[in-house]
T-cell receptor
Framework: QKEVEQDPGPLSVPEGAIVSLNCTYS??????FMWYRQYSRKGPELLMY????GNKEDGRFTAQVDKSSKYISLFIRDSQPSDSATYLC?????????FGAGTRLFVKA | GAVVSQHPSWVICKSGTSVKIECRSL??????MFWYRQFPKQSLMLMAT?????????EQGVEKDKFLINHASLTLSTLTVTSAHPEDSSFYIC???????????FGPGTRLTVL
């Protein structure tokens, strides 16, 4: 079983749709959960960071963590063409960070 | 978020030459530096980890004599690709980390093309 599972997509949605991106993990030692956005040929940009189960909201983005199910989600409301990018989930329980493979998202105008 | 710069952003070199990539953390002190490589449409692959003033620790399968990492100060780390070959063509990204903080920030990346 992989430590982190993330559907690579691609995921294509119309502008204005609610997007749901998900990752599962197997390592109970992970205590910190992050979502990154990566545009083509750019470095990843930290979007959301959380360490507790529940929801964390920042503008159009909501990060959700369910530690009991080892499942995290990122919701994007009112998606825009500028949200088209690859989204990576990331986990850490100490020193190293483990990244998901990334989900490619396309938001069509 | 933290401000991280990488230079150059894009480089083309001939096979057999060496290329140095600089990574600077502009507004915080990076006690740890991670270097990643990313091939097209693939995820990040950790190459090595370095702590300021110490030798880097390389991941399995990464040649330490080929990818020289120097982390001489808390704001600067360099990755030198020695005797580059076309298979070394990739996107190289640095990621500084401060102390015990868990957030990890990334540089904008350097695209290396070896002819």
């Amino acid at each position: 079983q992989k430590e982190v599972e993330q559907d690579p997509g691609p995921l294509s949605v119309p502008e204005g749709a609610i997007v749901s991106l998900n990752c599962t993990y197997s390592n109970s030692a992970f205590q910190y959960f992050m979502w990154y956005r990566q545009y083509s040929r750019k470095g990843p940009e930290l979007l959301m960071y959380t360490y507790s189960s529940g929801n964390k909201e920042d503008g159009r983005f909501t990060a959700q963590v369910d530690k009991s199910s080892k499942y995290i989600s990122l919701f994007i409301r009112d998606s825009q063409p500028s949200d088209s990018a690859t989204y990576l989930c990331a986990f850490t329980g100490g020193f190293k960070t483990i990244f998901g493979a990334g989900t490619r998202l396309f938001v069509k105008a | 978020g933290a401000v991280v710069s990488q230079h150059p952003s894009w480089v083309i070199c001939k096979s057999g030459t060496s290329v140095k990539i600089e990574c600077r953390s502009l507004d915080f002190q990076a006690t740890t530096m991670f270097w990643y490589r990313q091939f097209p449409k693939q995820s990040l692959m950790l190459m090595a980890t370095s702590n300021e003033g110490s030798k880097a620790t390389y991941e399995q399968g990464v040649e330490k004599d080929k990818f020289l990492i120097n982390h001489a100060s808390l704001t600067l780390s360099t990755l030198t690709v020695t005797s580059a070959h076309p298979e070394d063509s990739s996107f190289y990204i640095c990621s500084p980390k401060q102390g015990t903080y868990n957030e990890q920030f990334f540089g904008p990346g350097t695209r290396l093309t070896v002819l």
